[in-house]
C-alpha cells in the first residue's frame, strides 16, 4: 500500500470517528491525501484559502485530467482543513474540460474566482468568472461567458495562451488581470470585477512560460512567473501594477519531480510564504500528478527577494500577531 493510500485510509477513519477533516501536515507536501495543483492563497481575515486544482489522472496516465476545483483554510499555515469543493468546470456551461490555474480575490464584500478551462465553442483555452458571498462557495458563473477567449489574444498563436489567470487590487482601488502561456498578457478589470475595462497588454518577460502572480509587498510590485520548461520560477519588480518590470532573475530553482512549479506568495501573520506545487508525494506523485508545498520567502533590504529554498520539512506555524 502506498503512502497515499495509508494517508487517504486514515483521513476516512478520522471521518467515520467524526473528527473534523483537518490534515495535520508533516512538512511538503501539504495535502497528501490527494493530488493538488496551481495553488493560489488568499488572506481573508485571520485565515489563509488556499485553492487548488484537483490533478485526478490515474497513474501512469500522463496529462492532465481536472474537473474540479478544491478549497483549503488554515490560520497557521501548517494545519489545513478542506472544504466541501467550491468549483467544477461544469459550474461554466460554456465550457468542456480542464480546471486549470485560477485565483480568488474579495472585493465589496464578493468573492471572485477567475479560471482557466478549455472553451466549449470557441478553440482553445478561455478564462472565466465565478463569484460568491462567501471565501469557501459555492461558486456561480458571474458572467455566463468566458472572460477572456483566444481569439481576444493574437500575440500567440498558440491555442492555449489564455491560461494561468492572477488578479491583483491595487490601493487605489483598480483591478488587474494578468494571464497567458507563452506570452503574458494583462488588463484592466471594470469595478464590477467580470468585464475588461480597456485594451489587452502584452509584456515582454525573459524566457516566460506561464503562471503570472502579481502582488505587492511594501512599496514594491511583484511579477513572478515560469520560465522555460522544465519550469523554473523568475520574477520582476516595479514601482506600478502597469510596469515596467525590471527582470530580476531566478527565484525558485527546477523541483525535478515536476515539469511545472506554479507559484503564490502571500504575507501572513508578519511572515512571508512561497506557495508551489511539485510532484513529491510518494507513490505516483508527479508531473500529473502534483502536490502543494509551502516554504519560507525572505525579501532584502533592497526588496528583492532571497532565492527559495524549497524543503521537505515545510514551514513552522505562523503564530498570531
Ligand atoms: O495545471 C495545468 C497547468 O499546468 C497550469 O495552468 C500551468 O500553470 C501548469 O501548472
Known amino acids: 500500500m502506498n503512502q497515499l493510500k495509508i494517508i487517504f485510509l486514515s483521513v476516512l477513519t478520522l471521518a467515520a470517528l467524526g473528527k473534523p477533516a483537518i490534515a ?126 483566444n481569439d481576444m489574444t493574437t500575440a500567440s498563436k498558440s491555442f492555449w495562451d489564455d491560461i494561468d489567470p492572477s488578479v491583483f487590487m491595487d490601493v487605489d482601488g483598480q483591478a488587474y488581470l494578468y494571464w497567458g502561456n507563452s506570452k503574458c498578457y494583462w488588463a484592466k478589470l471594470k469595478k464590477n470585477m467580470i468585464e475588461l475595462d480597456g485594451e489587452i497588454h502584452t509584456l515582454e518577460l525573459p524566457n516566460f512560460t506561464e503562471a503570472p502572480w502579481i502582488h505587492k509587498h511594501k512599496d514594491w510590485y511583484y511579477l513572478s512567473f515560469a520560465i522555460q520548461f522544465p519550469e523554473k520560477i523568475a520574477y520582476a519588480m516595479s514601482r506600478k501594477a502597469t510596469g515596467p518590470w525590471i527582470y530580476k532573475g531566478i527565484l525558485n530553482e527546477v523541483a525535478g519531480n515536476s515539469n511545472t512549479n506554479h507559484q503564490s506568495i502571500i504575507d501572513f501573520k508578519g511572515k512571508s510564504y512561497f506557495i508551489y506545487h511539485n510532484g513529491s508525494l510518494p507513490g505516483d506523485g508527479g508531473s500529473f500528478r502534483r502536490s502543494v508545498c509551502v516554504d519560507n520567502l525572505y525579501y532584502n533590504e533592497d526588496g528583492s527577494i532571497k532565492r527559495i529554498i524549497m524543503t521537505t520539512e515545510g514551514i513552522q506555524p505562523s503564530k498570531k500577531l
Open 24 to 149: 495535520q501536515t508533516d512538512g511538503n507536501p501539504i495535502i497528501k491525501d490527494k493530488y493538488t495543483a496551481d495553488p493560489a492563497a488568499m488572506v481573508y481575515g485571520d485565515t489563509v484559502y488556499l485553492y487548488a486544482g484537483h490533478d485526478e489522472a490515474p497513474a501512469p496516465k500522463d496529462g492532465y485530467m481536472m474537473h474540479e476545483w478544491l478549497c483549503y483554510t488554515s490560520t497557521d499555515m501548517v494545519n489545513w482543513k478542506e472544504r466541501s469543493i467550491p468549483l467544477n468546470v461544469k459550474d461554466f456551461a460554456w465550457a468542456k474540460a480542464d480546471a486549470w490555474a485560477s485565483q480568488v480575490i474579495e472585493h465589496d464584500g464578493k468573492f471572485y474566482w477567475y479560471a482557466a478551462v478549455e472553451h466549449g465553442t470557441i478553440r482553445g483555452k478561455a478564462i472565466g468568472v465565478a463569484v460568491s458571498d462567501n471565501p469557501i462557495g459555492p461558486f456561480k458563473d458571474a458572467r455566463g461567458s468566458a472572460l477572456i477567449t
